[in-house]
């Protein structure tokens, strides 16, 4: 017996059980999903607060095609005794693999009962333990997505062996428990401690269970509306926000219920809101875990902010249809989960917020994350192949959760919004309560549509990268289109040519203008209805952002639209077209300073608050990283003094909201640094702006960052005056940002070695450690950052590695740092995903030494 196992159910002959490989391979998940089915787990937990051990009890049945020996998979726990079908079995451990031997299984139906003690820590475990500093009060919570079940109990851990559960908590009296289902009845156990057991559930696959325990507390308790759950301490303030989280949530019942056809496909829905919960949320079947700040806002928010919070909520909810109640065979088609919600989501609430223009901010952040991932050598196709699901991890990001949804709104625009909705309703018909793969998804929206999609799908979810879409066109003497052609080309030039539908957009200097469809499938054509037209101001190929793919303006376009683009009316389209400069500049196309210029006169004018904040964000970016340092020097007064004029006299709170965290972004003279301890110190107001917890400690963070001289004192101050919980954690965050070497080294031996600050508190710091004028100090530490990216994928959760890697590749901009990411590519064996993960990251750095070189 192992106290380190890793327990994975196969079919084999035991004398294949020493060359088992670690982790969960795709052929072996394949044969055990061909010999096992009918699952059933009966859990029984033993949670005692300020104890790191869990107990656990298990009763697995499960029906088997032929008596050969079987794998379970359980890591990272100890096994106390092990019996199968009523006989003791001896627990045989090998290469991360326990076997039970054919000699005690059936054909037929098979029980194995197991008392096993797993570990619940602050971070690293699949149970995670924390402790509330308001209050003292402990919570436990698990996280199982992709494989991670196997460290809470021996399991199938592979999707597509959906198993029904019955989980039974033994916790302290005080403490509620939250689960996938219902409570069924309640017990009193021992002293002090009661027994909770909770109804059966459908079939589920392992990371989709899941259970809380603590003394959470439900608000807003209204017969027919979502439960909604929060630790003891949020409690005042989730009563504020709870009606708003479950009427969204209750609305986008109907409305999805509707349009896939199905009903909710599980028997109650609860949210629980979780501290350092490490994504936005995670959509356990019946009851979603959500991150609390997600939720619960720290700083002052603003309308944007609670249509981003809506989202969110739409996003997890439609998971119960989209992962949940159909799931993806294996993770390789994690998009078929991710890349729906995401899509459904946005078209949810476009529905019902039809006045809130939703596609537009669609485009403004979802379509940046994937286009800026899928012009590197690091992309991926958005199916990714996971040979073994302990890289399903890798899986994760920007690709699946941007580009897909991107993908989908092409797909919805080429099938018409019927054939689309209709080929989900089959999808989901025809595998409710079962699993599928893309293949299914696109048989399905054939079948209504009519349409062959085997090209289409081949060249958008087999593919990786994207096209560039360029127009050629001219003008006669007589003020008329004379010939007007469409090109495509690969733009990591792998030589691919998709099928592309776009809208394409003729605009005029009276304000008038027009669209024509073209669709284009090979490398160059002719849109042949716009010959004879009058003359255009400007051309945009990708109007309404139907399409994917990079849209760059022509050189005509692009100066007519520079010199016009102010009085744009339609938001959307002067979004895109705002979108479309900023590419160039990326592309190195366009010099960072004109777009600086442009931006400083025409922002203080926008009146639509995300695009403002897109706009902000981008001069922030063009002068920290793009622009040499003379032309930041040039620009950084009046880009300082626009934001704090903007913040004092906008009409608008959102608008006095949003400049106030500009003015965090691009101060960096004294006299914004003064302005900044003036807010600080409530010597000067933002009118009918009450700032908020995390407001204060951004400014705090901004003075560490930037070196003031009296950034120390204010620190302590603030310390002093928030001493709850979540000031303990932003006092860490914001700490990382001291320009000293002293605390660099110690917080990246923290980071490396630590074990006593959660996962959320190490990933909220990276940011502040590579502040963005402390290149020079955090260098060393980036060599160190690149080593360790192995074991970051070992022990941190979804999302990490690509947190690491951006935030100590993005704090760079030397052609030294460029140097020492080149020479680890090509001197260091890193799995792939890992290699690809960064050259993702190591792209943008790349693109500021061009841009320099380009523009000096």
Same mark, same amino acid.
């Given at each position: 017996m192992s106290s380190n196992l890793c327990i994975c159910l196969l079919l084999i002959t035991?004398?294949?059980?020493?060359?088992?490989?670690?982790?969960?391979?795709?052929?072996?998940?394949?044969?055990?999903?061909?010999?096992?089915?009918?699952?059933?787990?009966?859990?029984?937990?033993?949670?005692?607060?300020?104890?790191?051990?869990?107990?656990?009890?298990?009763?697995?049945?499960?029906?088997?095609?032929?008596?050969?020996?079987?794998?379970?998979?359980?890591?990272?726990?100890?096994?106390?005794?092990?019996?199968?079908?009523?006989?003791?079995?001896?627990?045989?451990? *090998?290469?991360?693999?326990? *076997?039970?031997?054919?000699?005690?299984? *059936?054909?037929?139906?098979?029980?194995?009962?197991?008392?096993?003690?797993v570990s619940a820590a602050p971070s690293g475990k699949a149970i995670t333990r924390f402790e509330d500093k308001d209050d003292n009060s402990e919570y436990f919570y698990t996280l199982f997505v992709p494989m991670d079940a196997e460290m809470a109990f021996p399991c199938f851990d592979q999707p597509d062996l959906k198993g029904r559960f019955q989980l039974e908590i033994t916790a302290p009296d005080a403490w509620t428990v939250i689960s996938n289902t219902a409570i069924k009845s309640t017990s009193s156990a021992t002293t002090g401690q009661r027994t909770t057991v909770f109804a059966e559930t459908h079939p589920i696959s392992t990371y989709l269970f899941a259970f809380a325990a603590g003394p959470f507390r439900k608000v807003h308790d209204i017969p027919g509306l979502p439960g909604v759950y929060v630790r003891q301490s949020r409690f005042k303030q989730a009563q504020e926000d709870a009606p708003e989280l479950q009427q969204i949530t209750i609305q986008g019942t109907r409305y999805l219920s509707q349009f896939f056809g199905q009903p909710f496909p599980f028997p109650k829905y609860d949210m629980v809101l979780i501290e350092g919960f490490p994504y936005g949320g995670m959509e356990h079947a019946g009851a979603t875990f959500l991150n609390e700040e997600s939720v619960i806002f720290r700083a002052v928010p603003t309308h944007s902010d609670y249509i981003g919070r809506d989202l969110l909520l739409l996003h997890e909810l439609t998971h119960q249809w989209f992962g949940d109640l159909t799931t993806m065979r294996w993770f390789d088609d994690l998009w078929l989960k991710e890349g729906f919600a995401e899509y459904m989501a946005y078209y949810t609430l476009a529905a019902l917020k039809p006045k809130e223009n939703i596609w537009k901010r669609f485009y403004q952040t979802i379509k940046p994350g994937a286009y800026s991932i899928d012009s590197t050598r690091g992309t991926t196709p958005i199916y990714q192949d996971v040979a073994n699901l302990k890289d399903a991890k890798s899986a994760y990001g920007a690709i699946v959760y941007s580009k897909a949804p991107g993908v989908l709104r092409q797909l919805a625009f080429i099938l018409g919004e019927k054939n689309f909705r209709d080929g989900l309703r089959l999808y989901l018909t025809k595998h409710a309560y079962a699993n599928a793969e893309w293949s299914d998804l696109?048989?399905?929206?054939?079948?209504?549509?009519?349409?062959?999609?085997?090209d289409w799908a081949h060249m958008w979810i087999h593919r990786r990268s994207m096209p560039q879409v360029d127009v050629d066109w001219s003008c006669n003497a007589h003020n008329r289109i004379e010939h007007f052609k469409i090109m495509q080309h690969d733009v990591i030039g792998e030589g691919g040519v998709w099928p592309i539908a776009m809208q394409v957009l003729f605009s005029y200097s009276d304000g008038t203008?027009?669209?024509?469809?073209? *669709?284009?499938n090979t490398p160059e054509g002719a849109l042949r209805e716009a010959v004879g037209k009058v003359c255009p101001e400007y051309v945009f190929a990708n109007d309404q952002d139907y399409a994917y793919g990079r849209f760059l303006l022509d050189l005509r376009s692009r100066k007519r639209v520079m010199g016009s683009l102010g009085g744009v009316v339609g938001v959307f389209r002067r979004a895109m077209l705002w979108g479309s400069l900023w590419t160039s500049v990326g592309q190195a196309e366009l010099d960072p300073r004109e777009l600086i210029e442009l931006t400083l006169h025409l922002l203080p004018s926008e009146n639509d608050l995300v695009l403002a904040g897109s706009l902000i964000g981008n001069l922030s970016g063009s002068l920290h990283y793009y622009a040499n340092p003379r032309v930041r020097a040039e620009f950084v007064p009046q880009a300082e003094a626009m934001a704090l004029e903007r913040m004092l006299h906008s009409p608008k709170k959102d608008f006095r909201v949003l400049w106030f965290r500009g003015l965090l972004w691009l101060t960096e003279s004294n006299d914004a640094r003064g302005r900044l301890k003036d807010i600080l110190e409530e010597h000067l107001k933002i009118p009918d702006v009450e700032l908020r917890q995390l407001d204060r400690w951004g400014i705090v963070g901004a003075l560490i960052g930037l070196n003031d001289a009296d950034a120390n004192d204010l620190y302590q101050a603030e310390q002093k005056r928030d001493n709850s919980g979540d000031g303990q954690k932003y006092a860490y965050e914001v700490g990382a940002g001291r320009p000293d070497s002293g605390t660099k080294q110690r917080y990246f031996e923290d980071y490396m070695h630590g074990d006593s600050h959660p996962e959320d508190w190490i990933e909220g710091s990276l940011g502040a450690f590579n502040y963005w004028n402390?290149?020079?100090?955090?260098?060393p530490y980036l060599k160190p950052a690149l080593d360790t990216l192995p074991k970051?994928?070992?022990?941190?959760?979804?999302?990490?590695?690509?947190?690491?890697?951006? $935030?100590?590749?993005?704090?760079? $901009?030397?052609?030294?740092?460029?140097?020492?990411?080149?020479?680890?590519?090509?001197?260091?064996?890193?799995?792939?995903?890992?290699?690809?993960?960064l050259l993702q990251a190591s792209d943008g750095l790349d693109r500021i030494i061009k841009i320099r070189q380009c523009y000096r």
């Open positions: 035991p004398n294949l059980l020493a060359s088992a490989p670690e982790g969960i391979p795709r052929e072996l998940a394949r044969h055990r999903a061909s010999q096992i089915a009918n699952v059933y787990y009966h859990l029984q937990f033993k949670l005692t607060p300020h104890n790191g051990d869990v107990s656990g009890h298990e009763e697995l049945r499960f029906r088997l095609a032929s008596s050969d020996s079987v794998l379970l998979d359980f890591r990272e726990g100890t096994i106390a005794s092990l019996r199968t079908n009523g006989r003791s079995t001896e627990v045989q451990a *090998e290469n991360g693999h326990i *076997e039970i031997p054919a000699s005690v299984l *059936e054909a037929g139906e098979n029980t194995v009962s197991i008392d096993f003690t696109v048989r399905a929206l054939e079948r209504v549509s009519g349409r062959s999609l085997q203008s027009f669209h024509l469809h073209a *669709e284009l402390q290149a020079d100090l955090t260098l970051m994928k070992r022990e941190r959760k979804i999302f990490f590695i690509l947190d690491w890697l951006f $935030s100590f590749i993005g704090g760079q $901009s030397s052609e030294a740092a460029q140097a020492q990411v080149h020479e680890f590519l090509d001197t260091t064996a890193l799995d792939q995903d890992l290699r690809l993960k």
